[in-house]
């Protein structure tokens, strides 16, 4: 069984997920609007337009400090370079669509979520989806030698 080839990956800013976050702050306004069309005038109204504005506000300051860095695979090991500092880690695939990958990045500076796009590296994006599939490699005994016994 052969390992999956060493792939270096940039990891940006998702723009689908911007759209996405956007799309679920238009459904909360949405929802918000009906809302305060069926209850009567009060506290209540303004509190669904201040609950909508805070979310959007927070999807806003974390697509803006989402992690920018470059992903990469050796051969032996994972590792995400950030700001010129280097972690080991893994990736563990949390949603894939195909042509965006949403990771979920396991690694000593803790955990950390990266979209990943084909548009960022197409010559690149099946090397990295078969390094991101890829099992880790696991001793076989040579053939004749029964595994070692656990005590």
């Known amino acids: 069984m052969h390992a999956p080839p060493s792939v270096t990956y940039p990891v940006g800013r998702s723009a689908f997920a911007a759209r996405a976050a956007a799309a679920l702050v ?17 506290w209540r109204p303004l509190a669904a337009y201040a609950a909508v504005a805070a979310s959007a506000a927070l999807g806003w300051r974390a697509w ?16 995400w370079d950030e700001g010129g500092t280097s972690v080991a880690g893994r990736p563990e695939i949390a949603l894939d669509l195909q042509s965006r990958l949403l990771l979920r990045w396991r690694g000593e500076g803790g955990l ?8 960022s590296d197409v010559s690149h994006w099946d090397a990295l989806r ?18 070692a016994a656990e005590q």
Do not use: K, M, N
């Not at 400090?65 to 994972?78: A, E, K, T």
């Not at 950390?112 to 548009?119: D, F, G, P, Q, V």
């Open 26 to 42: 238009a459904a909360g306004l949405a929802a918000a609007v009906v809302f305060s069309f069926q209850s009567p005038a009060g």
């Open 64 to 79: 803006l400090r989402s992690p920018v860095g470059l992903l990469r695979w050796d051969g032996s090991g994972w590792c």
């Open 130 to 147: 078969r390094a991101v599939y890829s099992r880790a490699s696991t001793h076989v005994p040579a053939a004749g030698q029964p595994p």
């Open 112 to 119: 950390r979520w990266l979209w990943l796009e084909r548009a």
